[in-house]
């Protein structure tokens, strides 16, 4: 087991297990397709990403360096949130980018119940250790446990 | 921790409404999460929205704009909207036709209603390039925007000198009805100097869409200083260069995550500052003939059949300016000359902003391009391709944000018009 401290950037505490994608989360070209036809597990459907093509995100710990592409990612995961498709956490090795910061923050304010926490700045030496299907608990604080 | 003004206090302790407390605590989250200071006035005339689609599965965005309509919680800014996603010129099979109008984009006509009530300037304010002159939303230097659409958002930085961070949809509107922003980032001086020296040592001109990926791939979300485009591109930001600046920022922006670059001698602060805007540490990456092959040649090919015959041709994302629609009709009158055809070989859509359409289509070009078999459209050619059915379609295109986020297949200009006039 090996702990990590990182800054939290919306709060909560959670178990899940982990999902790993080494390069950045194309936020809508990942969750377009799970948003639109109704799948719960929120498939990843990004085909540039082979880390997560194919894979549930719905209930993971999504551990990733940031997101990336069109920058109506934040509003992309605002959904998934409000339709009860987001990942457990966010958990970034690097400092959180604009779009998935707006994406948690909306959530977090705008939507009831829709909790999401996200940490950053958890550094590279996470992203190395940590591998799918891990057990990762975050506590209050952003020490992110991962065994 | 964030200094509030007591006006700004006032509205995130409630004193204009809970709607407009969570607008203000919105704003107040996002700029704590990038060390913001303070938050400052929003000073453009007009907004600009990303998201112009009415899209069935954004259901969410659209039950967040009623509760914002609802409690009056409007911006004062009126606004323009990335493109439409639709176009009934545009080539669909039945099925697309089916399932884009019926299905995915069923909100359409409800959003745009929604948009209406919160701003809209004007019935074609539909354009991802609203800082062309003909659609009327072009900032003026030093003044601080609520914009996200990243093609516009560093247009509007680097060759119109306004202020903007790269912010997400939604974002966006918050600001704008707010009337303040965080101040953090690019609209720092401090976030506007580069951490990077792109030397181009090119033989030729490079292709402004090439050119701009390579960069966005290697600096990602930092800021470039451009050097060497002088002998390509002078010291004057005539039309022609733009248009290149468009085309060269929205590359930079979506293969990377660039809101702000720097031509040396060009763009309007490195005229008044010169390489004092670099960091001392800058890191420098160089550009060669050889660079840009390299970057092009990286560019997987994920259509089904690599050798697929395209069925469908995009030019213009970001949509093309009036003087790169007459450059691009008489080039392809041209090709099809030399070629012997009379149409376009493969199914071709040109791309604009509504208004810079209207005024084409008062010029005797717009016959000319009907003639030759193109389609000229407002769409978004980037929401038309982002659906399963257009998956496994063979697109061709010379955007590289196009290329980017869709499975379209990327060519240089020169290489496009070959296939669309030659078929080759």
């Known amino acids: 087991m090996r702990e990590f401290k990182g800054r939290v950037v919306t709060p909560g505490t959670v178990t899940a297990p982990a999902l790993v994608s080494h390069g950045g989360l194309n936020t809508l070209a990942s969750f377009q397709k799970a948003l639109q036809f109704g799948d719960k597990k929120a498939t990843c459907g990004d085909q540039n990403n082979p880390d997560l093509y194919g894979k549930q995100m719905a209930g993971k710990a999504l551990c990733l360096p940031q997101t990336i592409g069109s920058t109506t990612g934040g509003l992309v995961l605002y959904c998934a949130c409000s339709m009860g498709r987001q990942p457990a956490c966010l958990l970034f090795s690097n400092p959180i980018d604009s779009l998935a910061a707006a994406g948690s923050i909306l959530a977090s304010v705008w939507l009831e119940g829709a909790e999401m926490p996200v940490v950053d700045s958890l550094g590279e030496e996470f992203l190395s250790y940590v591998k799918d299907d891990m057990t990762v608990t975050i506590k209050a604080d952003g020490t992110v446990c991962v065994e | ?424």
């Open chain 2, 1 to 424: 921790m964030i200094y509030l003004t007591p006006e700004q206090q006032g509205i995130l302790d409630g004193a204009k409404g809970e709607t407009m407390a969570k607008v203000m605590k919105t704003l107040v989250m996002y700029g704590e999460v990038f060390g913001a200071d303070k938050m400052v006035p929003v000073t453009s005339e007009y907004n600009h929205l990303v998201t112009s689609f009415g899209l069935k599965a954004l259901g969410p965005v659209y039950e967040l704009m009623d509760q914002l309509i609802e409690a009056g919680a409007i911006s004062q800014q009126q606004f323009s909207v990335d493109p439409r996603p639709l176009d009934k010129n545009v080539p669909a099979n039945f099925l697309q036709n089916f399932v884009f109008n019926k299905f995915m984009y069923s909100k359409q006509d409800f959003y745009e209603e929604q948009l209406k009530k919160l701003g809209l300037m004007d019935a074609d304010a539909f354009s991802c390039a609203c800082y062309l002159d003909q659609m009327g939303n072009k900032p003026k230097k030093g003044e601080v925007l609520s914009w996200a659409e990243s093609s516009a958002v560093v247009y509007a930085n680097s060759v119109l000198g306004a202020r903007c961070n790269r912010n997400s949809g939604i974002m966006d509107i918050m600001g704008s009805i707010a009337g303040f922003v965080p101040h953090f980032g690019l609209l720092t001086d401090e976030g506007r100097k580069a951490s990077w020296i792109v030397e181009v040592k090119t033989t030729k001109k490079p292709e402004a869409q090439l050119l701009g990926s390579a960069i966005g791939m290697k600096v990602m979300e930092d800021v470039p200083f451009v050097t060497g485009m002088n002998q390509w591109l002078g010291s004057e930001l005539n039309d022609e260069n733009c248009a290149y600046l468009k085309d060269f920022g929205a590359a930079t922006a979506s293969n990377g995550a660039v809101g702000l670059y720097h031509i040396e001698d060009l763009t309007p602060e490195a005229k008044e500052l010169g390489r004092a805007l670099v960091r001392e540490d800058a890191k420098v990456y160089v550009i060669d003939d050889a660079e840009l092959q390299r970057v092009k040649d990286s560019y997987p090919v994920i259509w089904k059949n690599p050798d697929a015959k395209p069925k469908l041709c995009f030019v213009g994302c970001p949509h093309l300016s009036m003087q790169q629609l007459k450059d691009w009709t008489v080039a392809v009158e041209e090709g099809l000359k030399t070629s012997g055809n009379a149409k376009v070989t493969v199914p071709t859509v040109f791309t604009t902003a509504p208004a810079v359409k209207k005024e084409f289509e008062k010029t005797e070009l717009a016959a000319r391009l009907k003639a030759t078999g193109v389609v000229l459209s407002s769409i978004c050619p980037l929401m038309y391709m982002n659906n399963p059915l257009c998956g496994p379609m063979p697109v061709i295109t010379c955007s590289n944000k196009l290329r980017t986020y869709t499975t379209a297949r990327y060519y240089t200009e020169a290489e496009i018009l070959e296939k669309i006039t030659k078929g080759v």
